[in-house]
C-alpha cells in the first residue's frame, strides 16, 4: 500500500563529438532523462559550443513555416510523418514554395478587410444620422469642420447653450431621440477649438468626423452595401484561394512546424553541451529502472558512448509510480506537495482512504447517487468530446467553467466517483434517501421470509443516541487508527535518514497517543486508573509518562508545549460525524416541512415542493464540498503531518509529445512501425 517515488540515479553520458547530435535525438525520443547542467569540476574542463549555424537555420524555417501555418485555414491532419534526419527536414520545409503567393493573398486580404471596415463604418454612421436630408458634399468645407453627434437627451439643452455661448460660429442640426439626440455639428474658423474640446468632455458628447461621402444618405447607403457586397465577393475568393493551398500543403507545413520545434529544442541542448575538441559530456536523473534501457539504445546508436552512474548527495527528481486507478489521485498529493527523494508516496493511501472518508460524511443514498450520475455525465460528456455543458443552469454552468477547467472537472468527477459509490453504502446503512427512511418496507417484507433484520430500517441510525455513541466511537477509533499509521511512517522516515532522535520523539507521540487513547476508554467504561491500588492504572501512567520522556529525549522541552497537539489531532477525526449529522439533520428538517405542507391548502403545497427541491439541491451541493474539503484536510494536517515533508521537484524528462511526426530512435515506437508494415 505504501510505494516511494520511482528511484532515480544521477548519471552522466561521455560520447564523441560527432555523435553528439545523434545522443540528444535518442534522449529526447526516449523521454526519460532529466536534463541537469553539468557539475562544477566537469564544466571547468569543458566549452560551450556557440555560433551553431544549423540552429539559426532551423530557427529562420520554424518561425517561416510558423507564419505560413497562421496564414493559411487549419485542415485536419490525417497522417504523420518521420523525418529520418535534419537534412531531410530542411529540403521538406523549403519544398515548400508558396511564401510570395500566400504573402500577396494576405497583403491583398488585409486590405480589403480595412476597406470593408471603412465601409461598415460609414453605413453606420450614415443610417443613424440619416435624418439630414442633405447632401453630405455640404458639409465638407475646407474652412470648416463637420461633425455626427450624439449625447444624452437630457444633457443636449445645456450642450447646446455652452456652444452658443462661446460663439454663434457654429451650425448645429439636431433629432431628439428619448434617450439619445443625435445632433450634425458644423464649426465655423472662428469657434475657438479648446471651447469645443472642454464643452464636449464635460458634457459627455461623442463625436465622430463627417465620412468624405458625397449624395443624401439613402443613396450612399445603397451604394456603400454595394461597395461592401464587392468587396466581400473579393475577399470569399481569396479565401478560397488559401484554402485551396492549404489542402495541399497545410498537412506537411504541420508536421514540419512540429519537427522544427523538435530540432530546435535538441539543438539548444547541443549549443549548450559541454564539449572538447573530440569529445561530449552531459548530466542528468533517469530512473534506474530504464537506464539499461538507455545504455542499450544509445550503443545501438551511437558507438562508444559511455553512460556513467554517478554519486551525489543531490535530492532526486520525483516521479510517480502507482497503479493506473490511483494516478487520479496525484493531483491531490502534487496540491499538497511532492514526496522528495527517497520519501514515502501517500497517493494510495489517499486514494483509499479519501473516498471513505467523503461517503461517511455524506452517508445518503439519494445523495450519492446523484453526485454519482452527475460525475458520469460529465465524464462521458467532456470526455466524449462534447464539452458543452448546456444541459445545466446557467448560474451553476458559468460558475463551474470559472473555477475549473473540462479537465480539471473530469478528475475531480473521477475522484468523487468512489466517494459517491460508498456514501450510497452508507446511506442504505443507515437507512437514508434524501433524509426519508424506506428500508423498513423491504425490511418486513424480507423479515416475513424468515430473515431478522432490523425492524425499524437501520443497522446504525446516526440520529439515535445509540447510533451517535457508536458513530463517535468509529471516528475515534478512525483518529487513532490514522494518527497511529503516520507516525509509525514518521518513525520508518526518521530512521531510513538517520535521524535517531526524531525517530525516538516520533516514538513518544505514538506511545503518548495511545496512553490518552486507553485511559479515556478506561474512564467511558468505568474502569480503574489509580496507579496505587490497581496494576492497569498503572499501565496507563506509564504509557502517558514513558510517551512524555521519549519525546523530551527526541524533541526537547518544546514537545510539553505541544501535547495537546496529539489530543486534537485524535478527535478532529470526529468531524466526520459532525458534517453527517449536519446533512441528515438539514434533510430531515426539509422533509418535515414537506410533509406538513401537504395536509394544507395548494399554494402551500407548491411552496412545500418548493422548499424541498430547493432544499436537497442545496444539501447535495454542501454534499459535493464539505465532505471534499473536510476529508482532504484530514488527511492533510492530521495524518502527512506526522511523516510527510514533501518540498520534491517533479520529474521533467527531456522530450515532446508528438500530434503529427514520429520518434527517430524511440524502440518501441520502431517496432509497432515494423509489426504495422
Known amino acids: 500500500m505504501i510505494l516511494k517515488p520511482a528511484p532515480m540515479t544521477r548519471m552522466a553520458i561521455l560520447g564523441l563529438r560527432k555523435y553528439r547530435q545523434v545522443v540528444v535525438s535518442v534522449l529526447h525520443d526516449l523521454g526519460i532523462v ?389 456514501a450510497i453504502m452508507f446511506g442504505f446503512t443507515f437507512d437514508l434517501y434524501f433524509g426519508f427512511h424506506l428500508n423498513g418496507y423491504l425490511f418486513n417484507h424480507l423479515n416475513s421470509l424468515g430473515l431478522h433484520l432490523p425492524t425499524n430500517g437501520a443497522f446504525l441510525d446516526p440520529l439515535s443516541p445509540f447510533g451517535l455513541r457508536k458513530l463517535l466511537l468509529i471516528s475515534g477509533y478512525i483518529g487513532i487508527g490514522m494518527v497511529s499509521f503516520g507516525l509509525i511512517l514518521g518513525i520508518l522516515n526518521s530512521y531510513r535518514e538517520g535521524e535517531k532522535r526524531h525517530m525516538i520523539g516520533k516514538l513518544g507521540w505514538l506511545v503518548f497517543g495511545w496512553g490518552i487513547v486507553l485511559t479515556g476508554l478506561a474512564l467511558l467504561h468505568h474502569g480503574h486508573i489509580n496507579p496505587i491500588h490497581h496494576v492497569e492504572g498503572i499501565g496507563y501512567f506509564g504509557l502517558l509518562l514513558g510517551g512524555i520522556g521519549l519525546m523530551l529525549y527526541g524533541e526537547g522541552t518544546r514537545a510539553i508545549m505541544e501535547l495537546p497537539s496529539i489530543v486534537s489531532h485524535i478527535l478532529s477525526y470526529t468531524r466526520i460525524v459532525g458534517i453527517l449529522l449536519a446533512s441528515v439533520i438539514l434533510a430531515d428538517v426539509i422533509d418535515f416541512i414537506f410533509i406538513k405542507t401537504t395536509h394544507h391548502t395548494l399554494p402551500y403545497v407548491a411552496l412545500g415542493v418548493m422548499i424541498f427541491f430547493i432544499g436537497h439541491i442545496f444539501n447535495i451541493i454542501i454534499g459535493v464540498f464539505e465532505p471534499g474539503i473536510q476529508g482532504a484536510r484530514l488527511i492533510y494536517v492530521e495524518f502527512f503531518s506526522k511523516f510527510f515533508h514533501g518540498n520534491g521537484r517533479p520529474f521533467k524528462p527531456f522530450g515532446t509529445r508528438r500530434q503529427f511526426t514520429y520518434d527517430q530512435y524511440n524502440p518501441e515506437v520502431l517496432n509497432k512501425e515494423r509489426i504495422t508494415a
Request: proline share 5%; hydrophobic share 40%; charged share 25%.
Open 34 to 422: 532529466q536534463l541537469e547542467p553539468l557539475s562544477k569540476d566537469v564544466a571547468a574542463m569543458l566549452r560551450n559550443e556557440r555560433d551553431n549555424e544549423l540552429y539559426r537555420q532551423v530557427s529562420d524555417q520554424l518561425l517561416r513555416v510558423k507564419a505560413l501555418k497562421t496564414v493559411l485555414p487549419a485542415m485536419p491532419v490525417t497522417q504523420c510523418r518521420r523525418f529520418s534526419s535534419t537534412e531531410e527536414l530542411m529540403q521538406t520545409a523549403k519544398s515548400i514554395d508558396i511564401d510570395v503567393m500566400v504573402a500577396s493573398l494576405e497583403r491583398e486580404k488585409e486590405k480589403l478587410l480595412t476597406q470593408m471596415k471603412e465601409t461598415e463604418n460609414n453605413i453606420r454612421l450614415v443610417e443613424e444620422f440619416a435624418f439630414f436630408p442633405e447632401d453630405l458634399k455640404v458639409l465638407q468645407l475646407s474652412s470648416a469642420r463637420s461633425y455626427f453627434g450624439r449625447v444624452e437627451s437630457e444633457k443636449f439643452p445645456a450642450f447646446k447653450k455652452a456652444l452658443e455661448a462661446n460663439s454663434q460660429d457654429i451650425i448645429l442640426d439636431s433629432k431628439a431621440g428619448k434617450e439619445v439626440t443625435h445632433f450634425v455639428l458644423v464649426v465655423l474658423p472662428n469657434f475657438p477649438s479648446h471651447a469645443l474640446g472642454t464643452t464636449v468632455q464635460s458634457h459627455g458628447v461623442h463625436l465622430e468626423a463627417v465620412p468624405k461621402l458625397a449624395g443624401k444618405p439613402d443613396i450612399i447607403i445603397q451604394n456603400q452595401k454595394n461597395i461592401h457586397g464587392e468587396l466581400s465577393a473579393k475577399l470569399k475568393h481569396i479565401d478560397e484561394q488559401l484554402t485551396e493551398i492549404s489542402k495541399i500543403h497545410y498537412t506537411t507545413l504541420a508536421c514540419a512546424e512540429e519537427q522544427l520545434e523538435i530540432e530546435n529544442k535538441k539543438l539548444e541542448v547541443v549549443e549548450n553541451l559541454g564539449v572538447s575538441t573530440d569529445a561530449f559530456a552531459l548530466e542528468g536523473w533517469v530512473p534506474k529502472s530504464k537506464i539499461e534501457e538507455l545504455k542499450t539504445t544509445l550503443h545501438k546508436h551511437s558507438r562508444g558512448t559511455i553512460v556513467y552512474e554517478l554519486k551525489t548527495d543531490q535530492k532526486p527528481p520525483s516521479l510517480f509510480t502507482n497503479p493506473k486507478t490511483f494516478r487520479i489521485f496525484e493531483s491531490f498529493i502534487r496540491f499538497y506537495s511532492l514526496p522528495s527523494g527517497e520519501e514515502f508516496d501517500p497517493t494510495l493511501i489517499f486514494g483509499l482512504i479519501f473516498p471513505f472518508f467523503y461517503g461517511l460524511m455524506l452517508g445518503d443514498v439519494g445523495y450519492g447517487l446523484v453526485i454519482l450520475l452527475v460525475c458520469r455525465w460529465v465524464i462521458r460528456r467532456v470526455e466524449g468530446g462534447k464539452r458543452n455543458l448546456n444541459i445545466m443552469p446557467k448560474p451553476l454552468r458559468n460558475f463551474a467553467k470559472m473555477i475549473l477547467k473540462p479537465r480539471q472537472m473530469v478528475k475531480l468527477a473521477k475522484v468523487m466517483t468512489p466517494g459517491a459509490i460508498i
